[in-house]
């Protein structure tokens, strides 16, 4: 497609839910990244895929939230056993090269209830 | 600890005023910095760009100005319109892969 896709845009999980969140990022695109962003906050980093390797998961805040792209294109950032604090807005953005272009979708909102 | 910081969590301007937002950096490696726009429900759109080979940057109404010695950069929006209404975040590259992000500052443009 013309830009990058999220699905769902709005997901309620109750405490202690998995939940699986997923990004179609442009077409041709090595690098992926997925960014969260709490209320009034800045976007901030949560890992990196050129192709299909995770080079980057630096700042993924837990071992409750684990991210794939396993062909290389599409990706899923998966939130195990979900807790109010993961309650943000996950965004993926993709890039052709990793350093410029960087193309973000509109996110997916995640409230943890 | 924020590397990237905006100071102002909000701004309101008139109309064809220029509007200024500042953005402050703590590490002096940085080289490459960027601003983006965030409307509501929608992802951040890249703005404007700057190297840090150069102090200013344009591109029609948004100009950038880099001051390496402060470690501080601006965006100046000239005239502001009522659709430049959003956030404003500044963000650097520190390597690839990876963007760091001021928090944003929301501005206003009133008609």
């Known amino acids: 497609g013309a830009g990058v896709s999220q699905s769902p845009r709005y997901k309620v999980a109750k405490r202690g839910q998995d939940v699986a969140l997923r990004c179609d990022p442009i077409s041709g695109h090595v690098s992926l990244f997925w960014y969260q962003q709490a209320l009034g906050q800045g976007p901030e980093f949560l890992t990196y895929?050129?192709?299909?390797?995770?080079?980057?998961k630096s700042g993924l805040p837990s071992d409750r939230f684990f991210a794939e792209r396993p062909e290389g294109s599409v990706s899923t950032l998966k939130i195990q056993r979900t807790q109010q604090e993961d309650s943000a807005v996950y965004l993926c953005?993709?890039?052709?090269?990793?350093?410029?272009?960087?193309?973000f979708g509109s996110g997916t909102r995640l409230t943890v209830v | 600890d924020q590397q990237v910081k905006q100071n102002s969590p909000s701004l309101s301007v008139q109309e064809g005023r220029i509007s200024i937002l500042n953005c402050d950096y703590t590490n002096s490696m940085f080289d490459y910095f960027l601003w983006y726009k965030k409307y509501p429900a929608e992802g951040p759109t890249f703005l404007i760009s700057i190297s840090s080979i150069k102090d200013k940057n344009e591109d029609g109404r948004f100009t950038v100005f880099l001051n390496k010695s402060a470690k501080h950069l601006s965006l100046h929006i000239v005239p502001s319109q009522p659709g430049d209404s959003a956030v404003y975040f500044c963000a650097v590259i520190p390597r690839k892969g990876k963007l760091i992000f001021g928090q944003g500052t929301t501005l206003q443009v009133k008609p």
């Open positions: 953005a993709s890039s052709p090269d990793g350093l410029y272009g960087y193309t």
């Open positions: 895929f050129q192709n299909e390797a995770q080079l980057d």
